[in-house]
Structure formats: structure tokens, C-alpha cells
């Protein structure tokens, strides 16, 4: 019934007060009141509906987007939101929060504005970010080519330096230099970063970043030597598909030699390359500070999926009355609490792991303006293990969500099937999530290696400096409740990781090519960077669901033995009982309205079966009895059957 909460009788049971750990979840009082601000106006606002892009066609699908993007921006500018979240917010999470599907301000403001400002000299950004900003310019962050995305040193455009004219010639020598994936490039950019090898004088420098305008800012058109244009429908329905990923090629294409980015490396007038005594990754930054961003948008992500699958089994109850009583909660099923919960507990550790990761990418570029190029390698390693390891348990986790809704799940209005379809590539865009593993291990190897040289490991490698005793050490876990202790759980943790990352440097050793052994044992050194990174992210809840599922690791490597992994799961299971009345209001402290979870499954009040009945009747195939088509095609087969029965 309308303005019945259906799901007090849960709201009632929770043994926490849910408004301070929604001011937890959204990271401060004034971010909660802010984001609740802009969540509720988004909610009123008919521009921002979300139930109908299931049934537009691409174009109209992305002609709304453009809408929705526009009036997002003049609301922004209108209640004075520039500028309001913390100095490290851009303008994109704003948008995003108004507009909640891709669009090209994502990567306008969360790679273009970032390239420049990490990439670009003073005099470069005080030209063109203004111009950003003020979105007189439309950018998009043009890297991935048609025969090379996770090899960036592989590209094959070329920026060769024309002295006599003072400008670098861009041009794509091959089909597979033609630029492809680029959000925000096909249809709408009207600039881009462009990472393309640098060539003087006959010499390839590598990559480089270089401004290129794509299109007339008068007529929109494509400049001379630039085709380009949309790569083509994407997974999904509506999906990724507002988003205009591009193809992109040049023919010659001449730009002004102050259009490289030059804070990392310059040429001069003369043409000569001056590489300033940094390291050259650095033009790598803008991946590195996205992918520290898609571990927050993990979290975020993850947590919808479970918002609605937590509240969807406290309303659905299937089996197990007596006597003409209630069936059972299917959340009161231990073995859907075994599948739910602990994507309960990892949302919350990816948001937790995320703050950390902020910090550490704050902290890393706060160094790097003092060239203190310390901890670079570690921010490099916990980026690309982290954003690998929350992409992957998310896609992972919201698919799970959808099982755990039986057939609803499958329905769109359940929001579930789209939130998979938008979120999935998240495993492989900003780094294929195998490839980024590879960074890590490559750095654990490194760590290990120079151990014996009195190398002290520091930051998220520092438990390697106690290698000796994590070598020797087997949990002396004697009862379930012992794996409560957090010291416990994270001393196997560290042995596990450790163990696994000495294993494979003790294998590696017996190669004469240390790169050949690298291939040879890469799947052994993915998961070992899987383990050092779950080391990371270790919470309670999180750790024994994760030693859990991994407790062929643990057993393997001697960190326990059987009878202590049966005593984690009994732990599991009892923490399972402590969560449970505590669920509903778990994922009410997310504060998700109910427009942007875009669930029927997932309501507020839990009022599923009337609005899933008065749901289905909206689809277009019920706007007729008789469907099209039927008369023309089904109906003289089914006469003609009955014709040739009769004879
Ligand atoms: C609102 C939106 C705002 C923000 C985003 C918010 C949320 C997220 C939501 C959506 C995201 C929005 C849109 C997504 C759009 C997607 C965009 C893209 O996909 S852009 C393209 C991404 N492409 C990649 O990630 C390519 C992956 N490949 C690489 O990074 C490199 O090729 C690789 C690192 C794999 C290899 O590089 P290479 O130069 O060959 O180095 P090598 O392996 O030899 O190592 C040499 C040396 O360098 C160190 N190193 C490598 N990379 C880095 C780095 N980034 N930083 C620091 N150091 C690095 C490496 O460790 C090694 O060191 P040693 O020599 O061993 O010491
Ligand atoms: C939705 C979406 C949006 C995107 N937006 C942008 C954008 O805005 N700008 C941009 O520049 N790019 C963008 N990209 C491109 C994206 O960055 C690349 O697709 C990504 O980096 C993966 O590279 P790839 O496609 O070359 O994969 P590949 O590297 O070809 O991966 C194919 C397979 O090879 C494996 N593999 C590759 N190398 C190794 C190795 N050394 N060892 C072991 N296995 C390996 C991978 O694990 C994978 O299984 C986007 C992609 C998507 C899907």
C-alpha cells in the first residue's frame, strides 16, 4: 500500500543509529548534507528521469544525455555548486551526481582537466583551463588506439616537430594508430589530449601528450585532417551507450609547438628535447588519478547493488510456513547471507579503502611538486592493485546481487541488470585489470629482491621487513572467537601475502631471463599481487569471508591449518547473526533515494509486488492486445495447422 513503509519492522531492529553512519558513508556532515541536497533535487527534477532510456533508440538516448547534461551544468552554476566539494572534487562528481549515467563531462572533467593540470606547464594551464572550466572548450583524453590500449608504449600516432613552422605535424601513419574508445570523442569533444611519440629530427622520443583541437568551435565541425566519428553500440541497452566513445584519425595535422605538454619533459625552439630529471611515468599521472577514483566509485557502485538486494530479501520470503504462517525471509537464509553480507562489508571497505587512497594519491602529488619521488612506486602499485581488485569484486558482486533477487533480478526495472552493464568495463577501462596486477607483482618482486641489499620495505610492503618471522609464523588460533582479534587476522594476511610473493620470487630466481620467467609464472604472481592487495583492504567481516574463500591459500601456504580455517568460518557465520538485524539499516545509511537507485526491488518502503504489477504494464509491447506482427506471421501459420488437422 502507497506510504507504508514495509520494511520498518527491519528498520526497528537496528542496533545503531543509522543517521551518523550515514555523515560515515558520505565521509562528513557537510558532503552528507550536500549530497542528500543534490540527490533529492535531482529526484524532483522530470529532466532527470531514468525509466524511460530502456526503450529509446541510440540517438535519442544520447540526444537526452546532452540534455541532461546541459541542464545539469546550469543547475550547478545556478545554486552556486562550482567549487563546493572538497578542492580535490571536480566538477564531475557534481555532473555525475545530477546526470548518474556516462557522459562526456566524465572524462571533460575527470581526464582532460586532470591531464592539464598534472601534465601542463603554468602558462599552459592558465590558458586552457580557464577555458575548460568555463566548458568553452569540451575536452576528452585521447590515449587507447585500435591496435593498442594496456601497451602504452606500443601507440603508434606520431608528433614530429617541424622546426622550419615551430609546430608538431600529428598524424595517424596506420590503421591501428587510428584513436578508438575515447569517451566524449565521437560525437561532442572539441579538444583532446593526445598521446602520441614524439619524433625530432628522425629520433622517437616515446609518448607524449600533446592539446589538439578536433573541431570548430564555431560549427562544430571536424577540423581539416581529422576524421572522426562514434565506434559503435556497447554492451547493453542503454548501458554505456549515452556515452559517445570515438574513433579518430589525423592527416597531417599541424599544431602550435606549445601544445605539448611540457611539465615533464620539453622542446625547445630549436628542437631539441630537454627530458627535466623526472621520471618519465609521469606522464602516466592522469591514469594513475583515475583509477584512485574508480576504487571510491567501487564502493559507490557496489553499494546500490547491495542496497537493493539487502532490502529486496528482507521483503521476499519463499518457503517455510506452518500452519498457514508467514513464509521465511529469504535474508534469514544462511546460505543468502553467506553471498550477501560480505558484499555488505566490502562496499564498506572499499569506501574506507577508498578515503585511504585519496590520501595516498594527495600525499604522493604534494611530493611530487617538492620532487620528492619517493613513494611514486607505491602509488603506482596501490592504484593499479586496488582499482583492479575493487572492479573486479564489484562487477563480480553486482551480478551476485542479481541472483540473489531470483527472477526479478533479471527484470530492468529491478535497476540490477543495468547497473552490471555500466559498471563491467570498469574491469578493464583506466587499465585491464590482469595488466595492472602485473604492475603490482612486478613491484612485489622488486621489494622482495631487495630485501638482501637493506632495502626497508615502507608504506603497504613494510610487513615484507618481517619476513623471517612471517616465514615461520602458523596462526595460533584456538577458538572461533579468536579470529576476532584484528592483530590475528591481519598477521595471517601478511604471512599469506608475504609467502606467496616469496614463492614467486624463489621461482623466478631459476630463470636465466628474468622477463621469460616472468611470463612463464605470471598467473602465480597475479594472484600473489591479489593477496597483497586484499591485505590492504583487510576488515573484519571482509578478511574471514575473504580467508574463507582463499583458505586453500592459506592452508597451502602453513599460515593455518584446517581446523582454524573451520573456526573462521564458524566466526563467519556467527558475525553472519550480528549483521543480520542490523542489514536494512546498513544500507539505508548509503542514503540513496529511490530515483537514483532506479529499483523497484530496491524501494524505500519495500512496496515491490503492487509497483512491480503496475511496472510491467508500462512496456510498449502491452500498448496493443494483439502484438504486431502476430496477424501477419503467426496467425495464418496457427489457421493453416488447423486447416491441416481438419483433413
Ligand atoms: C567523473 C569522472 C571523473 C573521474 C573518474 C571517476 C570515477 C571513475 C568512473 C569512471 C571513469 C571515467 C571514465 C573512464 C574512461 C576510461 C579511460 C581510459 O581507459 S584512459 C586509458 C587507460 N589506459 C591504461 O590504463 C593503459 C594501461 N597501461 C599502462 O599503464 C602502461 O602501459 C603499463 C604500466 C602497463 C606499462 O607501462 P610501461 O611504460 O611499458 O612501463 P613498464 O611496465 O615497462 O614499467 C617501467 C617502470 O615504470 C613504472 N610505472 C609504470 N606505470 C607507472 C605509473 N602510472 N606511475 C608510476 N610508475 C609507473 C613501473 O612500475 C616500472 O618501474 P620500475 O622500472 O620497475 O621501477
Ligand atoms: C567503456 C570504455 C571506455 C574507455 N574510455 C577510454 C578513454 O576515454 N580514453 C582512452 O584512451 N581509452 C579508453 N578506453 C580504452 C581502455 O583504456 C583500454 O581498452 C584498456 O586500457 C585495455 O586495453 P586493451 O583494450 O588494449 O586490452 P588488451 O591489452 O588488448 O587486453 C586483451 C587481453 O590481453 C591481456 N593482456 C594484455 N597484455 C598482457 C600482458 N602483458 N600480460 C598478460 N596479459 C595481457 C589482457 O589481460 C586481456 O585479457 C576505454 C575502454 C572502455 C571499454
Known amino acids: 500500500m502507497e506510504g507504508v513503509d514495509h520494511l520498518a519492522f527491519e528498520r526497528n531492529k537496528a542496533q545503531f543509529d543509522v543517521d551518523e553512519m550515514k555523515i560515515v558513508w558520505a565521509g562528513s556532515r557537510e558532503d552528507f548534507e550536500l549530497s542528500d541536497r543534490i540527490s533529492r533535487l535531482v529526484a524532483s527534477d522530470p529532466v532527470f528521469r531514468k525509466d524511460d532510456r530502456a526503450a529509446l533508440g541510440r540517438k535519442e538516448l544520447f540526444k537526452n544525455t546532452l540534455r541532461k547534461a546541459a541542464h545539469a551544468w546550469k543547475r550547478v552554476i545556478e545554486l552556486r555548486l562550482s567549487g563546493e566539494f572538497s578542492a580535490l572534487e571536480p566538477e564531475a562528481y557534481k555532473l555525475r551526481a545530477f546526470v548518474d549515467q556516462p557522459a562526456f563531462t566524465d572524462l571533460h572533467w575527470g581526464m582532460f582537466v586532470p591531464a592539464i593540470q598534472g601534465q601542463g606547464t603554468d602558462e599552459q594551464q592558465q590558458k586552457w583551463l580557464p577555458l575548460a572550466y568555463r566548458m568553452q572548450i569540451i575536452g576528452c583524453y585521447a590515449q587507447t588506439e585500435l591496435g593498442h590500449g594496456s601497451n602504452v608504449q606500443g601507440l603508434e600516432t606520431t608528433a614530429t616537430f617541424d622546426p622550419k613552422t615551430d609546430e608538431f605535424v600529428i598524424h595517424s601513419p596506420t590503421l591501428t594508430s587510428s584513436k578508438w574508445w575515447p569517451g566524449g570523442l565521437g560525437k561532442v569533444s572539441t579538444h583532446a589530449v593526445v598521446y602520441a611519440r614524439l619524433i625530432i629530427d628522425g629520433q622517437d622520443y616515446g609518448v ?24 559503435g553500440m556497447k554492451f547493453g541497452n542503454a548501458a554505456y551507450n549515452t556515452m559517445d566513445n570515438g574513433v579518430l584519425t589525423f592527416d597531417h595535422v599541424r599544431i602550435p609547438r606549445n601544445q605539448m605538454l611540457m611539465r615533464v619533459s ?5 628542437g631539441k628535447y630537454v627530458h627535466s630529471n623526472v621520471p618519465r611515468q609521469l606522464v602516466y599521472g592522469t591514469m594513475v588519478y583515475v583509477r584512485q577514483k574508480i576504487v571510491a566509485d567501487a564502493s559507490v557502485a557496489l553499494s546500490r547493488a547491495v542496497c537493493i538486494a539487502t532490502r529486496y530479501s528482507a521483503v521476499r520470503r519463499q518457503f517455510g510456513s506452518h500452519n498457514g504462517g508467514l513464509e521465511t525471509q529469504v535474508i534469514d537464509y544462511k546460505t543468502q547471507q553467506s553471498r550477501l553480507f560480505p558484499l555488505l562489508a566490502s562496499a564498506y571497505a572499499f569506501r574506507f579503502v577508498g578515503e585511504w587512497l585519496l590520501w595516498l594519491y594527495t600525499d604522493v602529488t604534494e611530493r611530487l611538486k617538492a620532487k620528492d619521488f619517493s613513494t611514486l612506486p607505491e602509488a603506482h602499485a596501490c592504484t593499479a592493485g586496488l582499482k583492479s581488485l575493487t572492479t573486479t569484486a564489484t562487477a563480480d558482486g553486482i551480478e551476485e546481487c542479481r541472483k540473489l533477487c531470483g527472477g526479478h533480478g533479471y527484470l530492468c526495472s529491478s535497476g540490477l541488470p543495468e547497473l552490471f552493464a555500466v559498471y563491467v568495463p570498469a574491469c578493464t577501462y583506466e587499465g585491464d585489470n590482469i595488466v595492472l596486477l602485473l604492475q603490482v607483482a612486478r613491484h612485489l618482486v622488486k621489494t622482495v629482491s631487495q630485501l638482501s641489499t637493506g632495502n626497508k620495505p615502507v608504506g603497504t610492503t613494510a610487513y615484507m621487513a618481517r619476513l623471517e618471522q612471517l616465514l615461520q609464523y602458523h596462526s595460533d588460533v584456538k577458538k572461533a572467537e579468536d579470529w576476532l582479534k584484528p592483530n590475528v587476522v591481519l598477521e595471517a594476511f601478511e604471512a599469506r601475502a608475504a609467502r606467496m610473493c616469496v614463492a614467486c620470487a624463489q621461482n623466478l630466481s631459476k630463470f636465466s631471463n628474468p622477463e621469460e620467467g ?14 597483497h592487495c586484499q591485505l590492504i583492504v583487510v576488515s573484519n567481516v571482509y578478511a574471514l569471508s ?9 592452508i597451502s601456504t602453513g599460515c593455518i591449518d584446517p581446523k582454524q580455517g573451520s573456526l573462521a568460518n564458524e566466526q563467519l557465520r556467527n558475525l553472519y547473526s550480528q549483521v543480520r538485524p542490523n542489514a536494512v539499516a546498513l544500507v539505508d545509511a548509503y542514503n540513496y533515494t529511490d530515483h537514483y537507485l532506479g529499483s523497484i526491488l530496491g524501494r524505500y518502503d519495500g512496496n515491490v509486488y503492487p509497483k512491480l504489477y503496475e511496472e510491467a504494464w508500462k512496456d510498449p509491447l502491452n500498448d496493443s492486445i494483439v502484438p504486431d506482427g502476430f496477424k501477419e506471421y503467426i496467425q495464418p501459420l496457427l489457421k493453416q495447422q488447423l486447416r491441416n488437422a481438419r483433413l
Open 208 to 231: 607524449h601528450g600533446f592539446i589538439v583541437q578536433l573541431r570548430s568551435l564555431d560549427d562544430h565541425l571536424p577540423l581539416p585532417g581529422i576524421t572522426i566519428g562514434d565506434i
Open 266 to 270: 620539453q622542446v625547445t625552439r630549436e
Open 518 to 531: 616472468f611470463q612463464e609464472l605470471a598467473a602465480d604472481l597475479v594472484e600473489a599481487a591479489v593477496a
Open 546 to 554: 575473504l580467508l574463507h574463500k582463499h583458505l586453500g591459500d592459506f
